[in-house]
């Protein structure tokens, strides 16, 4: 590809897709398109193969979408996104709520979606779910997130699983001159000197996993 930049204009929103087994499990992802109308519509979502909730999708064949909006506690995405279901429980200290069995985030999202896989496509590193929506709701009039809010508002970055991950953390310098800090777990980039205290308000680390920006 001559440009990989152009690649980022390409539409994204930010979901929690969640499902439950033996315990209950979710990530974040940024990857789902409405593929057919109708009462039940199919869509697709995109899920990388190391993911615990990948692997518990394929048995369970059901999965819910939490939508999330631009007034969702941000620190919802550093829990989805960059810690794991196999060794936390994310739902603990976030608002949700049981639907067939299902976890859902209400956690000021605009709604859910709740679906059944019918097949899926191995992908290289990722597996692509297709599935048919059997139920849904729309609880408020909240600005659905998108991945340019997320990225550009939130400074966030995406997780290394995620299909949009860039492996080399972008070089960015301020036109005030002001000192620049990138996080390197989640790619944050803070402006100005770090408190002796701080945590990075996307994944939640401390100064400590910082490295200086370069010029």
């Known amino acids: 590809m001559k440009n990989k930049k152009i690649i980022r204009d390409v539409s994204y929103g930010m979901y929690v897709v969640s499902t439950k087994k033996d315990k209950k499990v979710g990530c974040i992802i940024n990857t789902l398109c409405q593929i057919t109308s109708g009462e039940n519509p199919v869509i697709t979502i995109s899920l990388n193969k190391e993911n615990y909730t990948n692997q ?17 506690n941000p620190n919802v995405i550093s829990t989805f996104g960059f810690q794991s279901s196999k060794e936390t429980d ?87 001159g002001k000192e620049v800090w990138v996080c390197t777990v989640c790619g944050y980039i803070h402006e100005g000197p770090l408190p002796e205290d701080f945590h990075c308000p996307i994944c939640g680390v401390g100064k400590e996993k910082f490295r200086k920006g370069e010029e």
């Not at 605009?110 to 059997?134: P, Q, S």
């Open 56 to 72: 518990v999708i394929k048995q369970t064949k059901n999965f819910a979408i939490s939508i999330l909006s631009e007034q969702t």
């Open 90 to 176: 994310k739902f603990e200290k976030f608002a949700y709520k049981m639907i067939d069995e299902i976890p859902i985030i209400t956690e000021e999202c605009c709604g859910y979606l709740r679906c059944e896989v019918m097949d899926i496509i191995d992908c290289e590193t990722h597996d692509i779910f297709i599935a048919r929506v059997i139920e849904g709701d729309k609880w408020n009039e909240n600005t659905p997130m998108t991945y340019r809010y997320y990225h550009e508002v939130l400074k966030g970055q995406a997780p290394k699983k995620a299909p949009t991950y860039e492996e080399k953390l972008e070089k960015k310098v301020t036109q005030s």
